[in-house]
């Protein structure tokens, strides 16, 4: 007992059990009853010859329960114990089970099929069976199958055949058996106790032990006041009543009050009369009447749009099912009432009381602090559903209207700001869809790959996780490989767009899906679906089987905050790009009308302020860095043709990258490497201009501790640079000519933060670089160390140095939640999806960017009382760009409801139209490209080093690799390059692994080229970046940025062919 650690009470339950007599233990819930019952099975299975317990369960989730809480832990490690349930292969041959056993945990049921299936190998004998422990034994009764087994048992008994097990059965209550005078009630007790052929036994000495541990709780009766009024409950019943009039009662019917159990029995019984009588009218009326008053009985109870949903999901299934006449009326009767009756479900003022009542019930005993459990009980499996979407989905009221349509099969775009919950709104509408359609498929498609982890884990595995069968899956998971087999064996399935992409146009079996094996995609941050993106691969695909009618297609569901402009400048421009957006989604856009104000407080616009920053009075460092790029005009001795706009200008980067371009085309290196030089020096002028300017000083001391002259051209550039160095870093070093910039932006995180204010931001810059140089001049900052600002870097996943690890990024937005963290200095890739928490301050930074950007960034400052920050120089393109951006705002607010309003007709033309339009320009680009790369012969054409000019392969040893990697398959290449360090990827792959980084080994070159991979662990392969080469055709050289743009066709690489060509000796 010690090691059971009976209480006193429990002992003495058990007591005539021990002695072998058949009894109940009576013990309220929580008191251990089955902790007893354990401690007797134990007993009797030690005292016992060839002792057989089986313990029965009436629900299946018990069968684990008892085994996993109870019984296996006491028992496991000296007895042979088993668990038994429907999902069991045991059950088919349950007889051998017994026999090899000593205790087996099952549900009622199996035993009782065991009882009278004769079959050897299932059968089972009562006398097989020396102890049978009943669990819940009250349901011992009527048709029970409990009675059934007892029955078998009583038999036996009654005739004298054979052995009988002992019986123990466990009950929190016998019941009354409906008896209301306690004669009745005694006599109920009595047969439950013959049924089980026990006594029944409760603690007698011991129940101020008993009390002590299971004590009564404090009972409250939290009585609701009636409904004021009830205008969807009047609407409802005066519906009935035309249905009531439409049928024509027989004489003999009388019906009881509408909304009431005593109605559903009277439709109950005359939907049974029509069908008796051939009546179909009777029958169908009787039928959706009851619909009819279940909606008011959930009106009741629950929220009126639970009401209103219970009747359009009804007749949801009745549209295409409509049969005669009667089928005709009862259907255009909720449709002629659905606009009204969904109006007054959605009326607030009416909103049943009850739930608030449950709140306030609720809310006495949870909150942000307090550690509470409760368990909500309700009548129906519907009520449950419609209780768990308001506690556990929480949706607001814009959020149900807004996923209306999407619940009606629609494919919509819902537009809502960043931190309205279009996730959750999603979550909600996949489940919906999850529970209502027949083999459901659902896709969530992300565009970046931490995206794939935050919407599993935050999202919807906790809210579907325990009921559907959830994957996700991006480029570091083995499961891409085999993409196919993965959709076909779960419900819900998140991943990076191009994985979908890939196994859309991948025909090999395990890899390859059919958009009709989905019946519901979600795609987030859907504005993406324009133009080359993969969201849009993914929906060309959709729509070329729409326009010609090729198999079922999934409902879409689109998230956006701002669908944007596409560039366009007026009211006309911005609705067309909107309808192209709605057109390559085929979904209509949809956003709160009736509760625009719940909305806005719940995501409330932050205070926007202008932190202009004063021009310099003086630039020593700048003034000294144009100088020295006169020095290399002149040096390059630029072309009559060429006119560079201003030093330190985003225009001026893109005059040299042109230029640099030039030089490679016509091979001439001079100019080639002069505007390298000179985009290095015109990007150390952008840094004075926004950071410090020691940052501006060491991105050039960067750039040139790693050049190694090869000709005089490099020296010439180099020598530049060293003979001016001191005096850089002298003039960088003089605190008089700080960027005034620095001092504004700690002006702007001093008003918010401090030793003893609870703030968070995010400060948001334009490059990876830049946020680096922030970090470290807040590290510095003794001002920003006092006001207690605790920082991090949050950029792009990658593998460069300024990269970020996918699990560096999911680590900083965890210890940002958590408070371990209170600023975070961040590139775009804190604007869009990221959950990230409110904050109190949003600073952009010296930036130029969309009004998409603009508008999410601005949404991550939610917390009351926010701001949100420009800080910029004064008569700088960055405040003239947010005004810009805040004009396109209001052009896009005025855009989607003129879409919104046009007439369903006029809208399904526009969109039939524009996918036409878009359908037929694809396939002109696509030939194009096609006559593009076969405009000369790969033989023709030779790569050269952009470097050094260096001819190094020809383009007939390039070939594709898996539709990703173009790689080199001369084995001559390698003589041209040198191998360093070893290319380091977060990820795995199926075929494939990276090897070392290649550089062009002529003279001190060092041009970078690329990395080595080797696979399926035989091919050593290079792996080539097409923007590191020049390119010699027939007619000139060119250089292009990807591979795609190459002006001849390459290869796919063939294995089989490789390994013939290359290791002929393993084939002879």
Known sequence: MA?????????????????????????????????????????????????????????????????????????????????????????????????SNDLIICTAQILYNALINKEEAKHVELSDITLLIIDECHHTHKEAVYNKVMRCYVEKKLKGEGRLPQILGLTA????????????AVEHVLEICANLDSAIVSTKNYEPELKKKVPRPTKTFDIVEKRHADPLGDQLKWMMKQIHEFMNLPHDVRLRECGTQEYEADVVILEQRGVRENNRLMAQCALHLRQYNDALLINDTLRMMDAYRSLEDFYAEKTNAAMD?????????????????????????????????????????????????????????????????????????????????????????????????????????????????????????????????????????????SIYKLIKVSGVSEEKDFFGKVVKSNDLIICTAQILYNALINKEEAKHVELSDITLLIIDECHHTHKEAVYNKVMRCYVEKKLKGEGRLPQILGLTASPGTGGARNLEDVVEHVLEICANLDSAIVSTKNYEPELKKKVPRPTKTFDIVEKRHADPLGDQLKWMMKQIHEFMNLPHDVRLRECGTQEYEADVVILEQQGVRE????????????????????????????????????????????????????????????????????????????????????????????????????????????YDWILKSRALQRAGIKAAILTGAGNGITYMTQNEQADTIR??????????????????????????????????????????????????????????????????????????????????????KMTPQNFRRKILELQTQAEANNKILESKKMEKRGQYAASSI?????????????GSDIRLLENTHYVNINPDFKEHFKVGEMKELERTFEDWEPGCRISCNYENCNKKWGYEIKYKKVCDLANMAISNFALETPDGRLTVKKWKDVPFAVEDFNFEQYCLDHYPDLFD
């Open 3 to 99: 090691d059971f650690g009976l209480f006193d009470y429990q002992e003495e339950v058990v007591e005539r059990a021990l002695k072998r007599e058949n009894i109940i233990i009576w013990l309220p819930t929580g008191g251990g009853k089955t902790r007893a019952a354990v401690y007797v099975a134990k007993r009797h299975l030690e005292t016992t010859e060839n002792a057989k317990v089986v313990v029965l369960v009436n629900k299946v989730h018990l069968v684990d329960q008892h085994y996993n809480k109870e019984f296996e832990p006491h028992l496991g490690s000296i007895y042979k114990l088993i668990k038994v349930s429907g999902v069991s292969e045991e059950k088919d041959f349950f007889g051998k089970v017994v026999k």
């Open 173 to 184: 209550s016998p019941g009354t058996g409906g008896a209301k005078i306690l004669g009745d």
């Open 325 to 465: 006449g009667t089928d005709f009326f009862l259907l255009g009767l909720f449709e002629e009432n659905q606009v009204e009756l969904r109006k007054l479900a959605a009326d607030s003022c009416f909103e049943n009381p009850n739930m608030a009542k449950l709140e306030t019930v609720l809310l006495q005993q949870f909150g942000p602090n307090v550690k509470s459990r409760g368990i909500l009980f309700s009548k129906t499996r519907k009520s449950t559903h419609c209780l768990y979407e308001m506690a556990d989905f929480g949706l607001f009221d814009y959020q149900e209207e807004v996923v209306e349509r999407a619940l009606k099969r629609e494919n919509i775009i819902i537009w809502l700001p960043t931190g309205g919950g279009k996730t959750r709104a999603a979550v909600y509408v996949a489940k919906r869809h999850l529970e209502t359609t027949e083999n459901a498929k659902v896709i969530v498609l992300v565009n970046k790959v931490h995206l794939v982890d935050q919407h599993y884990n935050k999202e919807f595995e906790p809210h579907l996780g």
């Open 667 to 774: 091979n001439n290196r001079l100019v080639a490497q002069c505007a390298l030089h000179l985009r290095q020096y015109n990007d150390a002028l952008l840094i004075n201009d926004t950071l410090r300017m020691m940052d501006a000083y060491r991105s050039l001391e960067d750039f040139y501790a790693e050049k190694t002259p090869m000709d005089e051209i490099d020296v010439s550039l180099l020598g530049l640079f060293k003979e001016n160095q001191v005096e850089l870093r002298k003039l960088a070093a003089d605190a008089r000519f700080e960027n005034p910039n620095m001092a504004k932006l700690e002006s702007v995180l001093l008003q918010q933060f401090g030793p003893n204010v609870k703030s968070r931001g995010i400060l948001f810059s334009k490059t990876r670089k830049s946020t680096h140089c922030l």
């Open 815 to 900: 210890r940002f939640r958590q408070g371990d963290l209170n600023l975070l200095i961040s590139t775009s890739v804190a604007e869009e999806g990221l959950d990230i928490p409110e904050c109190n301050l949003v600073v952009r930074y010296e930036l130029l960017t969309n009004e998409i950007a603009q508008q999410q960034a601005s949404g991550r400052a939610r917390a009351v009382d926010s701001q949100y920050s420009v800080v910029a120089r004064e008569g700088g393109k960055a405040v003239q760009r947010e005004h810009i951006n805040d004009d396109l705002e209001e052009l896009i607010a005025e855009a989607i409801p003129v879409v919104q």
């Open 942 to 954: 030779r790569l050269l080093c952009r470097n050094c000019s260096k001819h190094v392969a020809s």
